[in-house]
Protein backbone atom coordinates (compact mmCIF):
# COMPACT_ATOMS: atom_id res chain seq x y z
CA UNK A 1 0.00 0.00 0.00
CA UNK A 2 1.40 3.26 -0.80
CA UNK A 3 1.24 5.80 1.73
CA UNK A 4 0.38 9.27 0.75
CA UNK A 5 1.40 12.63 2.06
CA UNK A 6 -2.34 13.17 2.87
CA UNK A 7 -1.77 11.01 5.68
CA UNK A 8 1.76 12.24 6.88
CA UNK A 9 0.99 16.03 6.21
CA UNK A 10 4.03 16.72 4.57
CA UNK A 11 2.73 18.31 1.29
CA UNK A 12 0.06 20.40 3.66
CA UNK A 13 3.52 21.25 5.67
CA UNK A 14 5.56 22.02 2.27
CA UNK A 15 2.89 25.05 1.52
CA UNK A 16 2.11 26.72 4.79
CA UNK A 17 6.22 26.87 4.84
CA UNK A 18 6.48 27.96 1.06
CA UNK A 19 3.44 30.71 1.72
CA UNK A 20 5.64 31.67 5.36
CA UNK A 21 8.90 32.43 3.25
CA UNK A 22 6.76 33.85 0.23
CA UNK A 23 8.13 31.73 -2.78
CA UNK A 24 6.21 30.13 -5.51
CA UNK A 25 6.92 25.87 -6.51
CA UNK A 26 8.59 26.74 -9.26
CA UNK A 27 11.66 28.93 -7.19
CA UNK A 28 11.83 26.26 -4.43
CA UNK A 29 12.07 23.64 -7.00
CA UNK A 30 14.56 25.14 -8.72
CA UNK A 31 16.50 25.78 -5.33
CA UNK A 32 16.01 22.09 -4.25
CA UNK A 33 17.04 20.61 -7.56
CA UNK A 34 13.86 19.08 -8.02
CA UNK A 35 10.95 19.77 -10.81
CA UNK A 36 7.82 22.06 -10.05
CA UNK A 37 5.83 19.32 -11.17
CA UNK A 38 7.29 17.11 -9.22
CA UNK A 39 7.08 19.60 -6.01
CA UNK A 40 3.59 19.65 -7.42
CA UNK A 41 3.20 16.06 -6.63
CA UNK A 42 4.89 15.98 -3.09
CA UNK A 43 2.11 18.96 -1.93
CA UNK A 44 -0.97 17.83 -3.25
CA UNK A 45 -0.18 14.24 -1.92
CA UNK A 46 0.18 12.08 -5.29
CA UNK A 47 4.12 11.71 -4.52
CA UNK A 48 5.32 10.21 -1.43
CA UNK A 49 9.15 12.25 -0.92
CA UNK A 50 12.19 10.73 -0.41
CA UNK A 51 14.48 11.61 2.62
CA UNK A 52 16.93 13.33 0.78
CA UNK A 53 14.59 15.23 -1.41
CA UNK A 54 12.83 16.14 2.04
CA UNK A 55 16.06 17.09 3.46
CA UNK A 56 17.24 19.45 0.27
CA UNK A 57 13.39 21.09 0.63
CA UNK A 58 13.28 22.04 4.18
CA UNK A 59 17.58 23.35 3.15
CA UNK A 60 16.30 25.40 0.53
CA UNK A 61 13.05 26.72 2.88
CA UNK A 62 15.67 28.01 5.63
CA UNK A 63 13.84 26.34 8.26
CA UNK A 64 15.50 25.86 11.59
CA UNK A 65 16.86 22.48 12.38
CA UNK A 66 13.87 21.49 14.91
CA UNK A 67 11.74 22.72 12.23
CA UNK A 68 13.64 20.33 9.85
CA UNK A 69 13.29 17.41 11.93
CA UNK A 70 9.45 18.28 12.14
CA UNK A 71 9.34 18.00 8.53
CA UNK A 72 11.00 14.92 8.16
CA UNK A 73 8.31 13.35 10.39
CA UNK A 74 5.50 14.67 8.52
CA UNK A 75 7.29 12.96 6.36
CA UNK A 76 7.09 9.63 7.65
CA UNK A 77 11.04 9.62 8.86
CA UNK A 78 13.38 9.75 11.85
CA UNK A 79 14.79 13.00 12.82
CA UNK A 80 18.40 13.92 11.23
CA UNK A 81 19.35 16.76 14.11
CA UNK A 82 20.38 15.69 17.41
CA UNK A 83 18.87 17.33 20.77
CA UNK A 84 21.25 17.13 23.28
CA UNK A 85 20.54 18.94 26.89
CA UNK A 86 22.48 21.98 27.33
CA UNK A 87 24.47 19.90 30.68
CA UNK A 88 24.82 17.17 28.27
CA UNK A 89 28.12 15.48 28.22
CA UNK A 90 27.94 16.05 24.41
CA UNK A 91 27.76 19.96 24.57
CA UNK A 92 30.38 20.44 27.23
CA UNK A 93 32.98 21.77 24.85
CA UNK A 94 30.60 24.06 23.49
CA UNK A 95 29.61 24.96 27.40
CA UNK A 96 33.31 25.25 27.95
CA UNK A 97 33.75 27.64 24.77
CA UNK A 98 30.81 29.63 25.67
CA UNK A 99 31.94 30.35 30.08
CA UNK A 100 35.34 31.77 27.88
CA UNK A 101 33.36 33.77 25.48
CA UNK A 102 31.31 35.34 28.66
CA UNK A 103 34.63 36.02 30.73
CA UNK A 104 36.72 37.69 27.91
CA UNK A 105 33.02 40.29 27.19
CA UNK A 106 34.13 41.02 30.72
CA UNK A 107 33.51 44.26 32.16
CA UNK A 108 30.31 44.34 29.77
CA UNK A 109 27.37 42.48 30.34
CA UNK A 110 26.42 39.26 28.14
CA UNK A 111 24.27 36.35 28.50
CA UNK A 112 23.44 33.03 26.79
CA UNK A 113 19.54 32.84 25.52
CA UNK A 114 17.62 29.85 24.53
CA UNK A 115 14.04 29.46 22.93
CA UNK A 116 11.79 32.73 23.91
CA UNK A 117 14.53 34.42 26.03
CA UNK A 118 15.35 31.93 28.58
CA UNK A 119 18.77 32.43 29.80
CA UNK A 120 21.02 29.66 29.97
CA UNK A 121 24.61 31.44 31.38
CA UNK A 122 25.24 34.99 32.01
CA UNK A 123 28.92 36.65 33.08
CA UNK A 124 29.18 39.10 36.10
CA UNK A 125 28.65 42.27 34.51
CA UNK A 126 24.85 41.19 33.79
CA UNK A 127 24.19 42.73 37.57
CA UNK A 128 23.61 45.58 36.18
CA UNK A 129 20.68 44.81 34.92
CA UNK A 130 19.18 42.88 37.87
CA UNK A 131 19.77 46.32 39.90
CA UNK A 132 16.25 46.84 41.50
CA UNK A 133 14.62 43.79 39.75
CA UNK A 134 12.11 41.84 41.55
CA UNK A 135 13.65 38.52 43.22
CA UNK A 136 10.30 36.39 41.08
CA UNK A 137 12.02 38.26 37.88
CA UNK A 138 15.77 37.03 39.26
CA UNK A 139 14.18 33.32 39.89
CA UNK A 140 15.70 30.53 37.81
CA UNK A 141 14.68 29.68 34.83
CA UNK A 142 15.38 33.69 34.45
CA UNK A 143 13.86 35.10 31.12
CA UNK A 144 16.17 37.98 29.46
CA UNK A 145 13.08 39.56 27.87
CA UNK A 146 10.85 39.70 30.80
CA UNK A 147 13.44 40.76 32.39
CA UNK A 148 14.38 43.92 30.40
CA UNK A 149 10.83 45.18 29.74
CA UNK A 150 8.52 43.99 32.53
CA UNK A 151 7.95 46.81 34.45
CA UNK A 152 9.36 45.01 38.01
CA UNK A 153 12.31 44.55 35.63
CA UNK A 154 14.31 47.09 34.05
CA UNK A 155 11.81 49.01 32.18
CA UNK A 156 11.49 51.34 35.10
CA UNK A 157 15.28 52.44 34.50
CA UNK A 158 15.80 52.69 30.72
CA UNK A 159 15.33 56.41 30.35
CA UNK A 160 14.45 55.91 26.14
CA UNK A 161 12.12 52.55 27.65
CA UNK A 162 9.18 52.88 24.41
CA UNK A 163 11.46 53.60 21.27
CA UNK A 164 14.47 50.85 23.01
CA UNK A 165 11.48 48.25 23.86
CA UNK A 166 9.98 48.63 20.38
CA UNK A 167 13.45 47.19 18.95
CA UNK A 168 12.82 44.48 21.20
CA UNK A 169 9.79 43.63 20.13
CA UNK A 170 10.58 44.36 16.53
CA UNK A 171 13.42 41.96 16.70
CA UNK A 172 10.99 39.46 17.74
CA UNK A 173 8.01 39.96 15.50
CA UNK A 174 10.58 39.11 12.75
CA UNK A 175 11.95 36.02 14.71
CA UNK A 176 8.30 35.31 14.84
CA UNK A 177 7.90 35.80 10.96
CA UNK A 178 10.55 33.11 10.33
CA UNK A 179 9.41 31.19 12.64
CA UNK A 180 5.90 31.29 13.52
CA UNK A 181 5.11 29.69 16.60
CA UNK A 182 1.57 30.35 18.95
CA UNK A 183 3.67 30.13 21.93
CA UNK A 184 5.99 33.02 20.78
CA UNK A 185 3.17 34.97 19.37
CA UNK A 186 1.72 34.97 22.68
CA UNK A 187 4.80 35.82 24.63
CA UNK A 188 5.37 38.62 22.27
CA UNK A 189 1.93 40.00 22.90
CA UNK A 190 2.75 39.74 26.77
CA UNK A 191 6.04 41.79 26.20
CA UNK A 192 4.47 44.25 23.99
CA UNK A 193 1.71 45.13 26.48
CA UNK A 194 4.58 46.31 28.64
CA UNK A 195 5.73 48.79 26.18
CA UNK A 196 4.18 52.16 25.02
CA UNK A 197 3.90 53.92 21.70
CA UNK A 198 6.47 55.96 20.64
CA UNK A 199 8.03 57.67 17.08
CA UNK A 200 11.23 57.26 16.18
CA UNK A 201 13.08 59.74 18.29
CA UNK A 202 16.82 61.50 17.94
CA UNK A 203 18.34 58.75 19.61
CA UNK A 204 17.70 56.37 16.50
CA UNK A 205 20.98 55.63 14.79
CA UNK A 206 18.95 53.17 12.14
CA UNK A 207 21.24 50.30 12.41
CA UNK A 208 21.09 50.33 16.77
CA UNK A 209 18.99 51.48 19.14
CA UNK A 210 20.97 52.48 22.36
CA UNK A 211 19.51 51.39 25.45
CA UNK A 212 19.67 54.23 28.00
CA UNK A 213 19.88 52.43 31.62
CA UNK A 214 19.88 54.47 34.52
CA UNK A 215 22.33 52.85 37.21
CA UNK A 216 23.14 54.08 41.01
CA UNK A 217 26.90 55.04 38.85
CA UNK A 218 25.02 56.62 36.67
CA UNK A 219 23.24 56.85 32.75
CA UNK A 220 24.40 54.09 30.92
CA UNK A 221 24.47 53.59 27.08
CA UNK A 222 24.81 50.07 25.42
CA UNK A 223 24.26 48.67 22.27
CA UNK A 224 23.63 44.94 21.04
CA UNK A 225 25.17 42.32 19.24
CA UNK A 226 23.94 38.97 18.51
CA UNK A 227 26.06 35.80 17.83
CA UNK A 228 24.24 32.62 16.73
CA UNK A 229 25.85 28.91 16.02
CA UNK A 230 25.79 28.94 12.10
CA UNK A 231 26.91 25.23 11.25
CA UNK A 232 25.21 23.57 14.58
CA UNK A 233 24.02 19.83 14.11
CA UNK A 234 22.75 19.83 17.26
CA UNK A 235 18.94 21.60 17.79
CA UNK A 236 19.75 22.99 21.41
CA UNK A 237 22.96 24.49 20.38
CA UNK A 238 21.10 25.78 17.30
CA UNK A 239 19.03 27.77 19.18
CA UNK A 240 21.32 29.18 21.29
CA UNK A 241 22.56 32.92 20.79
CA UNK A 242 24.63 35.14 22.49
CA UNK A 243 23.76 38.87 23.25
CA UNK A 244 26.57 40.84 24.14
CA UNK A 245 26.40 44.46 25.33
CA UNK A 246 28.87 46.91 24.44
CA UNK A 247 29.50 50.64 25.24
CA UNK A 248 28.37 53.13 22.94
CA UNK A 249 30.32 55.59 24.35
CA UNK A 250 33.34 55.79 26.60
CA UNK A 251 31.66 57.10 29.86
CA UNK A 252 29.52 54.06 29.64
CA UNK A 253 33.00 52.06 29.37
CA UNK A 254 34.34 53.97 32.27
CA UNK A 255 31.52 52.84 34.34
CA UNK A 256 31.48 49.05 33.41
CA UNK A 257 35.40 49.05 34.36
CA UNK A 258 34.53 50.87 37.45
CA UNK A 259 32.08 48.47 38.37
CA UNK A 260 33.89 45.40 37.90
CA UNK A 261 36.81 46.50 40.33
CA UNK A 262 33.88 46.86 42.54
CA UNK A 263 33.09 43.56 42.20
CA UNK A 264 36.34 42.00 42.38
CA UNK A 265 37.34 44.41 45.02
CA UNK A 266 34.59 42.61 47.49
Request: net charge neutral; proline share 7%.
Amino acid sequence: MTITTERTGVGAELRRWRRVRRISQLELAVLAGTTQRHLSFIESGRSQPGRAIVIRLAESLRLSLRERNGLLAAAGYAPVFSESGFDEEALRPVRTALEQILYGHLPYPAFVVGPHGRVVAANDAVEVFTEGASPELLTPPVNMFRLMLHPDGMAPRVRNFAEWGRHVIQGLNARAHRSPDPRLDEFVAELAGYVPDAPVGPDHLGFAVPMRLASVDGELRLITTLTSFATATDVTLAELHLEAFLPADQATADLLRLRAERRAAT
